[in-house]
């Protein structure tokens, strides 16, 4: 058997894991693929378009049997193609209701339905390896990224190739293959003794894993998604396509449970909109820092705000009277290295530290831990928006504080999407405007 898994493989044996795996998935309905995003697919079978669920599931036990008889692309695609033209679901046309004649979906054509057989095969195999080698971790904790390495393999791709990881590492949560659209890499687990036979050295993903937007659509202010990305050389990242930063394995074993002590009202239902931000702070260009600067100085421009300095923390009292320790670690990562000038930040520590002293808005929710699975943290989100003069409309500053044992402490600082244009950095801020919202500067006459 090979270690590289693809879809050869999977059709030639009935991985009983990958078969439960998909079978065990509800429906979801979407128009587009952005409409139900990363672990939700591991709960539930869509096909970006189709509004119907009997037409979904046609697809989706095609896939079934095609894992449980060994049927190929081909096979799967010569099956549900007269189903698919008798329901009226072939072709490129827009599919039309014929009783309310509003939009019903997009229709089905042989790229689209190969595209769904090679994407819900392949997370569906990996799936169950995942689940496979979470079974066996007491004899082989360590697992190993394997790319196929030739023409086709995208470089980012190849630059994990063999590349080394403990099972508990945070790497395989969000970038246990597949990671994009058609990718082919696996996994293999390995002991104590391989390493030391093949001369094995074991990787760390420890402050090296960072979370970035990424654009979802070919127009320059067109939607973003969030995706993690993981440094493997100085400068040099890997991210996986939008929507695919997540393991399936993971999710779907993961339980639909709300957090510990989630007892946060939410301030807005569902559906209802929110109101717009208050108007954007008004501000001098002078205010930013030049560019180019060391970490540290930006990290200390922040601090100064404070009356605080790199190894001279303070505690602040937020406009609710909250306790905040402000100190270097917001602008550190796990392993002590500096990311203050992260993401063009560097130039907006002023900025950044205005947002903690003079919020807009305070938003309190719960978090799931990245580095502890299973483990909630309470995060306190402080926004701010800004208008520098004669920049290309507002900016928006985002700190991030958590409650641990020793109150709360910051964890990250940032602007929205600095770089980008006005819809974009508007975007990003809203999608953190979710939870109980504590405060909301007063409106000024």
């Known amino acids: 058997m090979p270690d590289v898994p693809d879809l050869a493989y999977a059709c030639r044996l009935p991985p009983e894991d990958a078969i439960a795996y998909l079978e065990s998935k509800g429906y979801a309905i979407g128009f587009s693929w952005r409409d139900v995003w990363q672990e939700a697919h591991a709960k539930a079978f869509t096909a970006a378009g189709v509004m119907k669920v009997d037409v979904l599931a046609d697809l989706k036990a095609g896939l079934v049997d095609a894992l449980k008889e060994g049927t190929t692309r081909q096979d799967y695609l010569r099956n549900l193609t007269p189903l698919l033209q008798r329901k009226g679901w072939w072709g490129y046309e827009a599919q039309v209701d014929p009783v309310t004649g509003e939009m019903a979906g997009k229709g089905l054509t042989p790229r689209r339905l190969a595209t769904i057989f090679d994407t819900n095969l392949q997370s569906a195999y990996m799936a169950g390896r995942y689940q496979a080698f979470l079974a066996n971790v007491a004899d082989r904790p360590y697992w190993q990224y394997v790319a196929v390495m030739d023409s086709r393999t995208r470089p980012a791709h190849a630059a994990l190739n063999g590349r080394t990881f403990r099972h508990d590492d945070p790497i395989w949560r969000t970038h246990f293959p597949p990671n994009g659209f058609r990718c082919r890499c696996g996994v293999r687990a390995l002991d104590a003794e391989d390493l030391q036979a093949r001369g094995i050295d074991l990787s760390s993903s420890e402050g090296r894993l960072s979370d970035i937007e990424v654009s979802t659509s070919r127009h320059p202010d067109g939607p973003t998604a969030t995706v993690t990305r993981f440094e493997y050389a100085p400068g040099k990242f890997f991210a996986p396509d939008a929507g695919w930063s997540y393991n399936p394995g993971a999710a779907a074993l993961k339980p639909f449970a709300p957090p510990p002590l989630d007892d946060l009202p939410r301030t807005f239902s569902p559906g209802v909109p929110l109101p717009d931000l208050p108007a954007p702070t008004r501000v001098a260009a002078d205010r930013l820092l030049a560019p180019g600067l060391p970490p540290e100085d930006y990290a200390h421009a922040f601090l100064a705000e404070f009356g605080a300095d790199v190894d001279q923390g303070v505690v602040f009292r937020d406009v609710t009277g909250a306790p905040l320790v402000i100190d ?108 109980f919202l504590l405060y909301r500067k007063p409106e000024t006459p």
């Open 328 to 435: 270097e670690a917001l602008f550190q990562d796990g392993a002590g290295n500096w990311k203050a000038a992260k993401d063009g930040r560097g130039p907006f520590m002023r900025l950044l530290a205005e947002s903690v002293q003079a919020p807009d808005e305070i938003w309190l929710r719960w978090e799931e831990s990245r580095e502890a699975p299973g483990t909630w943290r309470l995060k306190r989100r402080y926004l701010r928006s800004f208008e520098v003069m004669g920049d290309d409309g507002p900016q928006y500053g985002l700190s991030v504080f958590e409650y641990g044992k020793d109150g709360w402490s910051g964890s990250t600082a940032m602007m929205s999407q600095a770089d980008r244009g006005p819809a974009a950095r508007l975007r990003y801020i809203e999608r953190q405007r979710d939870g």
